[in-house]
């Protein structure tokens, strides 16, 4: 199935297209996945996975399960990754109880959930029920939008329930049983973007041409947030253990 026959069957096409262009972008990806490298385990839980954008990041460990509610998007992970027999692909909700006993025989010590939790209406079910998948000393690798103030058109279309701040955030993470390791901001450029794009043009998917531009600028962006950490971004990343 290519992407495009899997747009064409898929029930959230606004959803797969910002999938299918965010692929197009590959120095975000890249960025994305170095935030929470050193961070990973053995044992990897990626929760909505998508059409597996990060996916192939995460298959030198011994074991990772890919989970999402939609099996034409687990279909097209394991087209893009035929040859790893340490990669499943699950079917399922995670705030469900058949789905949770269902992974349970894994035993992770990493779930990854990167713009994932704001499409779920109980993020704080979700966030309870990746705790019991958790071993001991487990992570959750967690990445969400960031800002309030930046809800519009963009994440209307794509499904959000809501954009985060870093304060609630962390108080929902703890109150869900997680010790916070890390919480920051990233990529405090893609603010620009997606105020613009969202509450001013009112658009539901980013343009294609910013994306190719951010996707040049990402690298620069990304060494700019090591050396100075930013007050604010469009992102918020959170690492948090499983005490």
């Not at 992970?77 to 789905?99: M, S």
């Not at 990746?130 to 071993?135: K, P």
């Not at 701040?165 to 990529?187: D, H, I, Q, T």
Request: some cysteine; overall charge positive; glycine content about 8%.
């Amino acid at each position: 199935m290519s992407a495009r026959e899997l747009l064409a069957t898929t029930v959230d096409p606004v959803g797969l297209e910002t999938l299918l262009r965010v692929a197009d972008v590959p120095a975000y990806n890249a960025w994305v996945f170095r935030q929470i490298r050193p961070f990973l385990g053995q044992r990897i839980l990626e929760v909505g996975c998508g059409i597996g954008n990060l996916t192939g990041y995460y298959l030198d460990r011994p074991l990772v399960v890919c989970l999402d509610l939609l099996p034409e998007a687990l279909a097209f992970v394991r087209q893009q990754f035929p040859n790893y027999p340490n990669l499943l692909t699950v079917q399922g909700d995670i705030c469900a109880e058949a789905t949770v006993a269902a992974l349970a025989p894994y035993q992770f010590d990493t779930v990854v959930l990167l713009n994932v939790l704001e499409h779920i209406a109980d993020d704080a079910r979700a966030l309870a029920c990746i705790h019991r998948l958790l071993v001991p000393g487990g992570r959750l690798l967690l990445l969400v939008p960031a800002g309030r103030y930046l809800y519009g058109t963009l994440d209307r279309a794509l499904g959000h329930y809501r954009r985060y701040e870093a304060a609630p955030l962390r108080a929902l993470l703890e109150g869900s049983g997680y010790r916070v390791e890390r919480l920051r901001y990233m990529n405090l450029l893609g603010i620009v973007g997606w105020f613009v794009n969202g509450r001013v043009l009112r658009r539901e998917l980013l343009p294609r041409p910013q994306l190719a531009v951010f996707n040049v600028l990402a690298p620069l962006l990304e060494r700019l947030e090591r050396w100075l950490p930013p007050p604010r971004g469009q992102s918020l990343v959170a690492i948090c253990r499983k005490p």
